[in-house]
């Protein structure tokens, strides 16, 4: 007499222990022998809660690096040297002069206005190139549909 052939059984759909990666159901968080009692288990909602506090932490580490990264740029001081025709008809070429008075280096975003234009319609805006702590750059800016005895005001503002 033969004993009954046990079928083999299906592979059982399992993940790895939380603690030392072993196969294991996937309704309990830990394998035997991490968790021989049995013991209610650290299992999906803790675990998933740890994951949970990582990716927490995660975002907020990134939040302050990027605080951080624009914290002590600026403040820029910006004067107009120069307002020249330029080679367009109608345009003409401001040199402005930026300063970075902040601690770090850092792009200015400077707005050259009409100062009799509230709306500011007429405003144009550049982005300056990344200046160092204590350094002056200068930037020749064409402005359109203009002309050269227009007044023009320039204000630089850190990001
Ligand atoms: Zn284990």
Redesign the pocket.
């Known amino acids: 007499m033969t004993a009954p052939v046990a079928l083999p059984a299906p592979p059982a759909r399992t993940h790895p222990?939380a603690?030392?990666g072993?196969p294991v159901a996937l309704d309990v968080g830990?394998?035997e022998?991490?968790n021989p009692l049995g013991l209610k288990d650290s299992a999906s909602s803790q675990v998933h809660g740890t994951v949970v506090l990582a990716v927490g932490l995660a975002i907020a580490g990134l939040a302050i690096a990027a605080h951080l990264a624009v914290a002590g740029i600026g403040p820029f001081t910006a004067r107009l040297t120069a307002i020249t025709p330029s080679s367009t008809a109608g345009s003409v070429l401001a040199t402005i002069e930026v300063r970075n008075d902040g601690r770090t280096t850092g792009s200015a975003t400077c707005r050259l206005s009409d100062p009799a234009d509230a709306s500011l319609i007429r405003s144009t805006v550049l982005y300056s190139p990344p200046i160092a702590p204590g350094a002056t750059i200068t930037i020749d800016q064409e402005i359109a549909d203009t002309s050269a005895d227009r007044p023009l005001t320039v204000t630089c503002l850190g990001p």
């Open positions: 222990c603690r030392c072993a830990l394998c022998r991490c």
